[in-house]
């Protein structure tokens, strides 16, 4: 068995759901984990947040667009005379959730993954059906019924041993040996809808590989492999061939836009080799992942957005650190608040997050604990491994810069955004 996982850029139109069958044509034991198509988390994102603040139509007319955009897509594959009545059920199931439960603040991470949750959905829905039609026999997986997560929303792990049985007997008693599964998603020991993370489907391949001990898992994507730097941000960026499975986790940890961080260790646990390659060619070698490759000796460039810097100041002058930690944590935990650098002096704690609704809420409970605390959104955080006095200077002496922080392998910097 072989795992192959389709990003949503990939899968974005009714060209790359084309190129997908490309790519899996001859395959006869494969199990294929798609992202929602395109933008659709964003535009779901969207309506979380109107159906969180009340703003029903907004959110109804977003849904109309994530619609409008699918059926355009089922247009091109199938037809326009073609129903796709799965996928309109979906849209109709979502649509009366978001119109008819009520929002309760006390359980929104719930209801944020009962929301997103329908983008993986309703693509593996159409790319199922248009395989099928196409003459690829293929089963379409709930991966709710198959993945037990940890009683946590919005970022949940798999709990490997209660969904190893679920999944190997979905897929030991079927006659089709192509499988088509959603990524990013699972569900609680209650049933209710959870999700592993933005970008989670990685993560979601690496599971079902564990678990059906596949040869090895491919991730297909819009580069050449893994790069050293964004081309988009840094035009001088090389392909790096290999990776070990250490510096991917590292790198993957600073931002690196290459592969989730939690996508490593059910891969490592047993040497499964990860080939991250260009979905434009699928006879390119990309970059391998695995046990045996040397470290990596090139400067590797991170560059993480959407990222906001919490600043904490102790109004009664106690230390921080050695104080106020564990009330500090236990709080950014219980909003889901993921922090990427940490700094402190004596009495103020500076935090590197990622971007959230919750922030503010986090804030204000942070208050209520004697804090005084202030938001910046407007912040990205750079990360350089393996850096060299070039590059420290090309890209860390800035009056943007904020904070710094330098030890004998890595630099990252928090910056003002340009």
């Not at 994102?45 to 355009?72: N, P």
């Not at 959407?306 to 109004?315: D, H, K, P, V, Y």
């Not at 500090?328 to 004596?346: M, P, Q």
């Amino acid at each position: 068995m072989k795992v192959y996982k389709f990003g949503g850029a990939s899968v974005r139109n009714a060209d790359g759901v084309r190129n997908l069958k490309h790519i899996i044509e001859g395959e006869s034991e494969l199990f294929i984990i798609v992202s929602a198509m395109g933008k659709t988390t964003n535009a779901l994102e969207t309506v979380f947040d109107a159906y969180r603040t009340g703003e029903l139509k907004s959110a109804e007319q977003t849904i109309d667009s994530i619609a409008a955009y699918h059926q355009q897509i089922i247009d091109e594959l199938f037809g326009t005379e073609y129903h796709l009545g799965s996928v309109e059920s979906l849209i109709d199931e979502l649509r009366r959730f978001v119109t008819t439960v009520p929002y309760d603040a006390s359980r929104a991470e719930e209801r944020y993954d009962r929301t997103v949750a329908f983008g993986e959905l309703i693509s593996t829905t159409i790319i199922s059906e248009w395989l099928r039609s196409v003459g690829i026999a293929n089963r379409w997986v709930d991966m709710r019924r198959c993945f037990v997560t940890q009683f946590r929303h919005k970022d949940a792990n798999v709990l490997i041993e209660e969904s190893s049985p679920l999944l190997r007997r979905k897929v030991a008693g079927s006659a089709e040996r192509v499988f088509v599964g959603q990524g990013f998603i699972g569900s609680a020991a209650d049933g209710s809808t959870t999700t592993l993370g933005r970008e989670g489907s990685d993560y979601s391949a690496a599971v079902v590989a564990h678990i059906l001990d596949a040869e090895s898992m491919t991730v297909w994507k819009d580069v050449d492999g893994i790069l050293n730097a964004d081309p988009k941000r840094f035009p001088d960026a090389q392909k790096i061939d290999a990776l070990n499975y250490v510096d991917t986790i590292e790198l993957a940890y600073s931002g690196a836009q290459i592969i989730h961080p939690k996508t490593i260790k059910p891969l490592q646990n047993k040497s499964i080799p990860l080939y991250v390659r260009p979905f434009g060619n699928k006879e390119a070698s990309g970059t391998k992942i695995d046990g045996t490759a040397e470290d990596v000796k090139l400067p590797i460039i991170i560059l993480k957005g959407n990222q906001s810097l919490l600043t904490l100041r102790s109004r009664d002058l106690s230390f921080v650190l050695e104080e106020k930690f564990p009330i500090v944590f236990s709080i950014l935990e219980r909003f889901r608040i993921k922090t990427n650098l940490i700094h402190n002096s004596a009495v103020a704690l500076n935090l590197c997050t990622e971007q959230s609704w919750r922030l503010k809420e986090a804030a204000d409970a942070l208050q209520a604990e004697g804090f005084d605390t202030a938001i910046n959104d407007n912040v990205e955080l750079l990360t350089i491994r393996n850096h060299t006095e070039e590059a420290l200077k090309s890209y860390t002496f800035s009056e943007r810069n904020i904070v710094k922080q330098i030890d004998g392998q890595t630099v990252r910097v928090i910056m003002r955004k340009e």
